[in-house]
């Protein structure tokens, strides 16, 4: 099939695809088209994006049961970390199998390897991954094929060809307390975030009614917006979100991480004096803090680095940085450099973050760059 063919023939299937999200009407979806067939960079993503849906929502549902049994159990302030780590390997194991069965020759690289679960010291541990990841997949899996599947993981990353990055659970400290975490994975292509999914169990679908539904799957396919579903549902319906459009920075708020290990709170405080923001910050653990920008909910992520050294994880923020952009928003480093996928599994070229909606993030970026001047 020739090149164009073929983008048409995407085009067919991504118009209906696109309209079922949209509920668009036809002249629109035609324009949608037409706007596509101009570009010269058509992304077109859509098995890709069903699958990492499936394997998102797969991996959220081991990790609620996981949840479930520690309160159940009454073991969530006794237990050390390792009913988590049971939660991460599970996760990582179960959509590491589906993107194998899918996608055989894409790499990923996976926050979690399987070294804890080897041997006789990691027996239990072991045992108990085996039974919940079997919870969660089609095929029986033994518990060398959930090893194996979990050392998926391993890639080095980098520039050329495409792969996988996978974040089991993010925000492991938000998840212990039963606030909120994360399952993410996005797809890089030849160094660029193309698709990103997120699941937030915990996240209301609709934070005017905090009480409400919980569960948010967030997705952005590149050049087609970011959408938000339910987790979980029967329904597939989707919503397009976009960020707020807040035009004054002093009218904006701004969340963080809840760990201050994480993220400098005093410099957050301090660019936020300086934007002369008087609302408190929205603390909040993992990359649902990228979705809430996405979706409006709040208007600025700041991530200031606490130390010279910590390198962030292409994970911790490949799926939020893709959705936010594709809602509408900028991201980038302290530095105004744009995050940067192509060096392998850090952001080693990148120190710091900051989200924010494109009216205000210019500046965003230079209250930014005023307090922290030549801190790093
Ligand atoms: N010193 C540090 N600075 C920034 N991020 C850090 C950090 N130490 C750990 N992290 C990362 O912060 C992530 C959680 O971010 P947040 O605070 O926004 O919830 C962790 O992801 P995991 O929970 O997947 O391990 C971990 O990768
Ligand atoms: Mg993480
Ligand atoms: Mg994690
Ligand atoms: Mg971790």
Redesign the pocket.
Known sequence: MSGKLQIIKSLGVFSQACAKRLEVPYCSRQLIASRLLSTSHIVYLEKERAVAIEAVERASRVCKAVFKQLVNEETLTKKDKSPVTVA?FSAQAVVNSVLEKHFPNDPIVG?EDSKDLQGEDGRVLRERVVELVNTAVDKPMSAEDVLCAIDRGQYEGGSSGRHWTL?????????LRGE??AVCLALIVDGQVRLGVVGCPNLPFDMSKPEGDKGVLAVAVQGQGAFQRKLNADSELEQRIMVSNVEDACNASFC????A???NHSDNAKIAELLGISKQSVR??????YIAVARGDADIYL?L???SK?V??I??HAAGNIIIHEAGGHVTDINGEPLDFSKGRTLSANKGVIAANSNIFETVLAAVQTTLANKY
Request: net charge negative; proline share 6%.
């Open positions: 991460d926050e974040d089991p659970i993010d925000g492991t400290k938000g998840f909120q975490f963080e991480s809840v760990e290990g994480h993220s909040m653990d993992s990359q649902c803090k991530r680095p606490v130390d910590y962030e994880k994970w911790d």
